[in-house]
């Protein structure tokens, strides 16, 4: 992945010196968060774990320490991912919907920290909080990405970044709200139909911006081999298998290896916000 030449993004803040949240548990402050996305996965940790962490009363988050930001090729790399996904869906918002896109924030921790979401915990891997519009991902995620990528595994951790992204992109466009409306009136199995069917579109959306960075050379096909292959990897019935040794659908929270590939293959060939309707779609 050519990332060097990407403009870094300004909206990226970087806690890993200040000290992570020695324990305790932070509310949730909205219900249905799904947090415990790519690399949770990755982790080995059941994502309902942490969403049932996540889902308490509402807590104001405890303030942080900011430390130091530390210059390594990992937070210029999410610098530089984040600014692609800034220009990317500035350009897609206006283009196709005639509107405004604003970007979130990315806070960059150690081990844990406190979200207006509640706890965030490195084994969590990436997550969104729709509460403060910010992606917060933990460095040591990216070490899980390439055991699972390989060596060449920068595109595959720009599109964990990118299905982060997605769930912001989730949030400003109304989507979130109205799953979280349903899942209140919901039975379990709908509640977690839904909750895959928003994880599958933040694929979809994460492949769109990935059709973007193809069109200017930025990736090329060994690049998607390696994003595909994760998505591979981090399908539930995959991981199900792996833990398990067999595969309970509805226990899904992300979806199947082949949806989530499907769906972040029809963002990359489309380029188009309307071919993401995993609610429709299969």
């Known amino acids: 992945m050519k990332w060097s030449d990407l403009r870094r993004s300004s909206n990226v803040e970087d806690n890993r010196g200040g000290g992570g949240v020695p324990g305790g548990v932070g509310g949730a402050s909205i219900g249905g968060i799904i947090i415990a996305v790519v690399a949770g996965l990755i982790f080995g940790v059941n994502p309902l774990e942490i ?101 060449d595994a920068d595109f595959a951790r720009a599109y964990a970044i990118a299905h982060e992204v997605g769930h912001h992109v989730q949030n400003q466009l109304g989507i979130s709200t109205k799953v979280r409306q349903l899942q209140t009136r919901s039975d379990k199995a709908t509640v977690n139909n839904l909750s895959v069917r928003l994880e599958l579109q933040a694929d979809c959306f994460a492949g769109v911006w990935g059709h973007y960075t193809a069109e200017r050379n930025i990736i090329d096909g060994q690049d998607v081999k390696a994003a595909v292959n994760t998505a591979t990897q981090i399908g539930d019935d995959y991981l199900q298998k792996q833990s398990r040794g067999y595969v309970v659908p509805e226990a899904f929270t992300h979806g199947s290896s082949e949806q989530r590939v499907s769906w972040f293959s029809r963002g990359l060939k489309s380029g188009n916000l309307k071919q993401c309707d995993t609610f429709s779609g299969g």
């Open 51 to 151: 969403l049932s962490l996540m889902q308490g009363g509402d807590v104001a988050p405890a303030p942080q320490r900011q430390g130091q930001p530390i210059q390594d090729r990992d937070s210029d790399f999410v610098k530089a991912i984040l600014g692609d996904t800034e220009d990317t869906w500035s350009r897609v918002f206006k283009q196709q919907l005639n509107a405004t896109y604003q970007a979130p924030k990315l806070v960059l921790f150690s081990n844990s920290i406190n979200s207006a979401c509640g706890l965030g915990k490195a084994a969590s891997g990436p997550f969104y909080c729709p509460a403060d519009d910010k992606v917060y991902l933990d460095m040591s995620f990216f070490k899980q990405v390439q055991a699972t990528a390989g060596a």
